[in-house]
């Protein structure tokens, strides 16, 4: 094959490859921490009543512990775990999200630190895909590329790169891709740094240094305001809007941000958790309102249409008017809550860590509409695709039956 | 047919026989040579290494037969930690698509040699578990004692597991060998407090070698944490060792040798100090340095800095920073110097640290004399 004919095959593969992930983008798949745009909310009207005997599509048992959430990808379900007495076996599984058999595993060996604090994991990021390629970041602060298959495309070993990249009480950063870049934001309190790097090839395209601050909160993607575009990055200093394309910054904003929930996107505003929390105007860049009861506690909060759900560490879901955080309602959950809330439908779903699933009505009024348990754990986000739930304890991966 | 014409179709046979085995042997070579070369490549990856060559040769190296497998185990002996994944990522693929072909018997002889790579015997190990288990099961009870701390573990655990229909006094014996041979702390510590329920009380600390003595400091201010860069006149003459006469003796009653700058010199937030130990090492050479602490932590050893770490309150696991130093035979100083900051939070109290010396595997290695030994 003539050097030309290589360059037209690389071209025409790479093509395909992108015309493949924005039709994967189209369907209805999860491919990210709170799913699409890292919004947390699907129009899917999800099942509303199930237990271990009832409504249940499968379960999977997995090979090891993890906080991370499972991702749809296709007709893939795909999780991450960690094993071993040293926590330094990485699993990537993907299951047919059919039958919930498993299609393949790959295993690494983590190449960073793997020390944790008992309620996270070295598997605490959720993966996130473009359509066409997984990519996985665990708390050893390494990074695989896999495609479909689980054929490894490349991997960055950030922590040997950055030889003090890491915290000893877990890294629970998601990576994501934006625009053909996946961002990577590792805040610890030794070589901090955000990364944007190609998701075809694994190269640097930019990196920029971080305060030396540990948080746990993940990049968010937003529009710049010129329409490209860009990543939200937060820790407890406050938030900064970077450009995907080159790293640069375009706005910083100075804050108290909580360092383990992620800030919201909606309607205009980023909600911040900040003592509560302050609605901030996209287009300024200036505090539109705060509300104190919205307290997150290590969720994220969700906001949807015109609403906004936090859960609170008393374990206490809070609703507001999103236009100007007006109180809807306060619920007291059962239990204590590590798991994001996300928006199906018209109810907020609730995963509670001791295996209580609450769906909240997202109305006026808000209300517990149903209460549903299942054995085991559960510290990860739900994810939902074509209007089954799938729910990640340590050792198991549930598939809640479309309704 | 004469005896002439008898020798020349012998001879052509023989000649016929032996070009056959040699274009084998060849077609051999050729097969596991090739693959050998592509696992190499993959083991040597650096950040340099363009990715999509090593995402080709790992795709090669999926598809390759069987024999070619163990020579291609070899290959993690030279591994970088990235390439160890690269390797993996091939031969986990070769080994699912090859199955049943990959022999049972020629896995268990690879895992069962411990002059191989220890990462290529856990990969063998964790494919034979899955296609001959037993087998897998019965391999490890030759590896009680093996340089790969995976398989060392398992093996330690088929231990403990024949214990559960001993009487007491052989299960007693049984989990005496296996603390003799846990390196994972995890383990060592469920032994002993085995032990301990059965009437054999083991001082924890001692077990897993945590040094317990040493002469600590007054404080030194740390505010704003600037002491952590701070040459104070402990370390400021270095090598040459500090006089500690006016330091404090502390010796840690904690269960695991943690020593409690708290409670041996003042609760105080932004403040550091330093403390020193003497230990035995019955030879010269390496040996690793194991600190743990939520605090910042210096370690320097016979005046010559092995580590520093400016983390604070993160974690305080055992062994949470390991580093290789140089010691003598006989006796060697060991300094440390952990850092406390301003953190109001409660679980922010805490200034402490916990350090041993080990082989490469977590042996304990130094020894300090008695109190009432002491010079």
């Known amino acids: 094959m003539s050097r030309r004919q290589q360059t037209w095959s690389t071209t025409g593969i790479m093509t395909l490859m992108a015309v493949a992930g924005a039709a994967a983008a189209a369907r209805a798949d999860w491919l990210e921490f709170l799913g699409p745009r890292g919004s947390g909310v699907v129009p899917d009207a999800i099942r509303r009543t199930w237990s271990p005997t009832e409504g249940i599509a499968w379960k999977a048992e997995l090979p090891g512990k993890g906080a991370s959430s499972p991702i749809v990808v296709g007709d893939l379900v795909v999780v991450t775990a960690s094993s071993g007495p040293r926590q330094d076996r990485l699993h990537i599984i993907a299951h047919d999200a059919a039958t919930g058999e498993r299609r393949w595993e790959r295993i690494f060996w983590a190449t960073g630190r793997t020390f944790c604090h008992p309620t996270s994991a070295v598997a605490a990021g959720t993966p996130a895909s473009d359509g066409t390629r997984i990519v996985a970041l665990f708390s050893s602060c390494d990074l695989f590329a896999l495609d479909l298959d689980g054929r490894l495309l490349w991997q960055r070993n950030l922590a040997i790169e950055h030889p003090r990249a890491g915290n000893d009480v877990g890294m629970g950063t998601s990576p994501r891709i934006i625009d053909g870049t996946v961002v990577v934001q590792i805040d610890c309190q030794g070589d901090a740094f955000a990364t944007g790097i190609d998701v075809a090839t694994g190269a640097d395209r930019w990196i920029v240094p971080r305060d030396k601050i540990a948080s746990w909160s993940s990049p968010l993607p937003q529009p710049l305001p010129d329409g490209g575009a860009g990543v939200l990055l937060q820790n407890p200093n406050g938030l900064e809007l970077r450009s995907v394309a080159d790293g640069r910054l375009v706005w910083s904003w100075k804050g108290d941000c909580s360092g383990i ?67 809807r309602g306060q619920i007291r959950l059962a239990g204590s809550f590590w798991a994001s809330p996300i928006v199906a439908g018209d109810v907020v779903v609730a995963t509670g860590k001791e295996g209580k699933t609450f769906l909240v009505s997202t109305g006026a009024d808000p209300a517990i509409v149903a209460e549903n348990e299942l054995p085991g754990t559960f510290t990860a986000t739900p994810a939902v695709a074509g209007g089954s739930l799938y729910l990640r304890s340590e050792s198991e991966l549930w598939k809640i039956a479309a309704p | 047919m004469n005896r002439i014409a008898s020798c ?53 190296l999926a598809a390759i037969p069987a024999a070619a497998v163990i020579p291609a185990l070899d290959a993690f002996a030279a591994a970088t930690p990235g390439g160890a994944n690269w390797l993996r990522s091939g031969l986990d693929r070769a080994a699912s698509r090859l199955g049943g072909e990959l022999a049972p ?27 001959a288990p037993d087998a897998a099961a019965t391999l490890l009870d030759g590896l009680l004692d093996d340089p790969a701390l995976d398989l060392r573990r398992e093996a330690v655990e088929r231990l403990l597991e024949s214990a559960a229909s001993q009487p007491d006094a052989a299960a007693r014996d049984i989990h005496r060998q296996a603390l003799a041979a846990a390196r994972d702390v995890d383990q060592v510590e469920r032994i002993v407090g085995w032990l301990a329920e059965h009437g054999d009380k ?82 010269a050479g390496p040996a690793e340095v194991r600190i743990g602490s939520p605090c910042a932590v210096s370690v320097w050893v016979n005046g010559l800095p092995v580590m520093s770490h400016e983390i604070y309150h993160a974690s305080d696991t055992i062994d949470q920073y390991v580093a290789a130093a140089e010691f003598r035979s006989g006796v060697n100083s060991v300094l440390v110097k952990c850092c406390q900051n301003e953190q109001t939070q409660p679980w922010a109290e805490d200034w402490k640290f916990q350090l041993r010396i080990t082989d490469a595997l977590g042996k304990p290695l130094a020894t300090q004399p008695r109190p009432e030994q002491k010079r």
């Open chain 1, 261 to 327: 929930p992620t800030t919201a996107a909606g309607d205009g505003r980023l909600y911040a958790p900040v003592d509560g929390i302050v609605a901030v105007k996209q287009s300024s860049v200036d505090p539109a309102w705060k509300q104190p009861k919205l307290s997150c506690g290590m969720a994220s909060p969700v906001a949807f249409g015109d609403g906004l759900a936090c859960i609170n560490r008393a374990g206490v879901l809070v609703m507001a008017d999103a236009a100007d955080g007006g109180l």
């Open chain 2, 105 to 131: 018997a020629a896995l268990a002889a690879f895992v069962a040699d411990p002059t191989r790579p220890p990462r290529g015997r856990v990969l063998a190990f964790s494919w034979l578990q899955e296609r």
């Open chain 2, 202 to 283: 083991l001082d924890v600390a001692d077990v897993l070698g945590f040094v317990r003595q040493w002469r600590v400091s007054d404080a030194f201010d740390n505010a704003g944490g600037a002491g952590f860069a701070m040459s104070y006149p402990p370390e400021s003459a270095l090598p040459s060792l500090p006089d500690t006469t006016a330091w404090t003796p502390v010796a840690s009653t904690d269960r695991q040798g943690a020593i409690d700058l708290n409670a041996a010199i003042v609760k105080k937030k932004g403040v550091l100090a330093y403390a020193l130990a003497e230990v035995e090492m019955p030879v």
């Open chain 2, 8 to 60: 020349c179709i012998a001879s052509f046979l023989l000649a016929s026989l032996l070009a056959i085995g040699g274009t084998s042997r060849a077609a051999l070579a050729a097969e596991v040579g090739e693959p050998r070369a592509q696992a190499e490549f993959l083991a040597l990856a650096t950040a340099a290494t363009p990715q999509a060559d090593l995402a080709a040769a790992a795709d090669r």
